[in-house]
């Protein structure tokens, strides 16, 4: 059975409240999902199936008890469970018990003491706490999963999550062992196993297209153009990029194979990833931590190839290859073309560390470009079976760019893209891909120098004061290209002083989004820009952040504390206040205000207590 790191859970009781212990980590949520999409793959018999899920179960929620009903002739009938129970396991109809109810409504319930909810169970059950799922195949209820435990609180949502995945990964396998026990009674149910098969593919396109953005937004001058092309309905390649402030970490990824099992693997590169860069991890820490916390959940045989490229506010940029295809520069003022690589290995095979990834360095220049691709486009043969080769797709290169320069005054890393993959399909005809599609492309601002020089200019003239000179010159960089990330934090900051609130909230939320800037200071000129809109809800909505952010700002915390008083929360506001100063607890101005509002609530309190001062003005 899968091998999951956690301990053993326990409920316990703190000031009244429930709490469970142990239980799962966010890392063992993906290894569990990858684990049952592979422990269902393989199976193609009800009654392994079965066996399967109650296992499954027993493992991941520590129950007493599971029962896998399944809907026939009207009832749910209790085909599987962990053990006989007093009174038995009987079939329930829809109106019966936690099964039925959740079967006729298509929702989960999460029951944490049943002992006030005796119509849910039969006289005499021991049962205090219960997961309830449907399974779910389009919009129709196969049956229900039900875990049980003896005690309560034993369960919380997080705990639903993983019932529900893996309830819909059982409702695939279910319809899958249908259809294949199926084939063997009647071999006329091909043409629909094979539409079956076709619709799960599309269902798979659906998923897996939510984490391959195709349509990325510049950054700090760095414009990106792409191409995705699966080989089938879902695909083994993968890229991503992150903004981290100061910083942007593309990715193109390739796994062996093709299809859902491929396709899988993707997105737990793409979960990992995304965890890895949020955790400020460099390079070869990525690429390591990639390999090893993958590695245990590949199905036999498969691996995965990766570049990470990595530019900084500067433009310089640093770059680690695990054995994936070149990075290639064209360097814009020479028309040189230079294939990028370092040492690495693939990821899957055996155990990786630090050590066997070598990390390089290198700068973008204006109107330099950087080109990523899987090896689905240099392997590409055409009718007359000849390979594109490598140096083809160079040469591509270099002469579709300046096809797109003799059109236009400058190009744009998008069209080129376009040119090439026009180009590429050419080249195959009527040749079937032999592999995935994918291209990452990225440009540098030819007119950045131009910006750059023209942000000097504005920069002085605001420390100057000379306020007219410095919006004028802004403004003009963010026409010129509206992802520089100075220009918006100058606009935003400058109109923000000018209490242009609008204004501020437009340059500043877009500094967020564009640069991938996530500092409290920010989210909190934000929120206080929308305070002074009276757009409260999202002024809370970015105090929160900036809180989550740094949870001793104490600025954020007064003016969250205003927000509630807004909405005439005084509570709300005053835990706020408490919370602050547990967090920053030499504050005066926290101290101040909390003690100024929980007077107001006593004199609200006693009438008698209206004499006295009044001023509950928080001190911001």
């Not at 043409?191 to 195709?214: H, W």
């Not at 070598?358 to 109107?367: D, L």
């Not at 891909?433 to 990452?440: L, Q, T």
């Amino acid at each position: 059975m899968i091998e999951l790191k956690f301990g053993q859970r326990k409920v316990v009781s703190f000031r009244g409240n429930h709490k469970v212990v142990g239980g799962l980590t966010e890392k063992n949520k993906i290894d569990i999902l990858l684990y049952i999409s592979k422990e269902f793959a393989s199976v193609d018999k009800h009654d392994e199936l079965y066996n399967s899920v109650t296992n499954i179960c027993k493992d991941i929620f520590e129950c007493d008890n599971t029962t896998l009903r399944i809907w026939k002739d009207g009832l749910l009938v209790p085909v599987r469970y962990l053990r006989e129970t007093t009174p038995p396991r009987r079939s329930v109809t829809e109106k019966e018990g936690y099964s039925g109810h959740t079967f006729k409504t298509k929702t989960s319930l999460l029951v944490q003491n049943l002992e006030y909810h005796p119509e849910y169970i039969d006289e005499g059950e021991s049962t205090l706490s219960v997961m309830c799922v449907p399974i779910l195949y389009k919009d129709e209820v196969l049956g229900t999963i039900a875990v049980e435990s003896e005690h309560s609180f034993f369960y919380i949502e997080d705990d639903i999550e993983i019932l529900e995945a893996l309830a819909s990964q059982l409702a695939l396998a279910l319809t899958s062992v249908r259809l294949i026990e199926g084939l063997i009674e009647a071999n006329q149910r091909e043409a629909g196993i094979l539409k079956q098969l076709e619709f799960d593919m599309r269902m798979g396109r659906n998923v897996q297209s939510q984490i391959i953005n195709t349509n990325i937004a510049p950054w700090n001058g760095i414009h990106f153009g792409t191409y995705y092309e699966p080989m089938t309905e879902v695909s083994g390649d993968y890229f991503d990029v992150v903004r981290h402030g100061n910083a942007v970490t593309v990715i193109i990824a390739d796994v062996s194979g093709h299809g859902i099992p491929a396709a899988l693997v993707t997105m737990s590169i793409h979960y990992q990833f995304r965890r890895c860069t949020s955790l400020g991890l460099g390079l070869t820490e990525i690429l390591t931590e990639l390999g090893e916390s993958i590695r245990p959940q590949l199905p036999e045989g498969t691996y995965f190839t990766a570049f990470i490229l990595r530019i900084y506010g500067d433009y310089s940029y640093s770059y680690v290859n695990g054995a994936h295809q070149k990075l290639i520069h064209f360097r814009n003022d020479t028309g040189v073309i230079d294939e990028l690589d370092s040492n690495g290995v693939p990821m899957g095979i055996f155990e990786v560390s630090r050590s066997n990834f070598e990390e390089k360095h290198g700068r973008i220049n204006p109107g330099d470009i950087l080109i990523l691709t899987s090896d689905g486009i240099v392997e590409q043969k055409n009718p007359e079976r000849q390979e594109l080769g490598n140096a083809r797709f160079l040469d591509w290169v270099r002469q579709e760019k300046q096809t797109l320069e003799e059109q236009r005054d400058r190009i744009y890393v998008g069209d080129l893209v376009d040119s090439l993959i026009s180009r590429f399909k050419r080249y195959k005809g009527e040749a079937r891909n032999g592999d995935d599609i994918s291209i990452m492309a990225l440009q540098c601002n030819p007119l950045l120098n131009k910006a750059k020089s023209m942000m000097n200019v504005a920069k002085t003239a605001a420390r100057e004061k000379n306020d007219s000179l410095a919006y004028d010159k802004a403004l003009d960089v963010y026409s010129l290209d509206d992802s520089i990330k100075d220009s918006l934090l100058l606009l935003g900051r400058m109109y923000y002083r000018d209490r242009n609130f609008p204004k501020a909230i437009q340059f500043l939320d877009k500094f967020v989004k564009t640069s991938g800037e996530d500092s409290a200071y920010i989210h909190y000129l934000i929120g206080r820009a929308y305070y002074e809109t009276e757009n409260i809800q999202e002024s809370k909505r970015s105090l929160k952040r900036s809180l989550a952010i740094d949870h001793t700002y104490s600025k954020a915390s007064l003016r969250l504390a205003r927000c509630y008083l807004k909405d005439n929360q005084s509570p709300k506001a005053i835990k706020v206040l408490q919370q602050g100063i547990k967090s920053a607890p030499t504050n005066e101005y926290l101290k101040i205000s909390l003690k100024k509002l929980e007077d107001l609530m006593r004199k609200k309190e006693d009438p008698s207590l209206s004499g006295e001062d009044d001023d509950t003005k928080l001190a911001v």
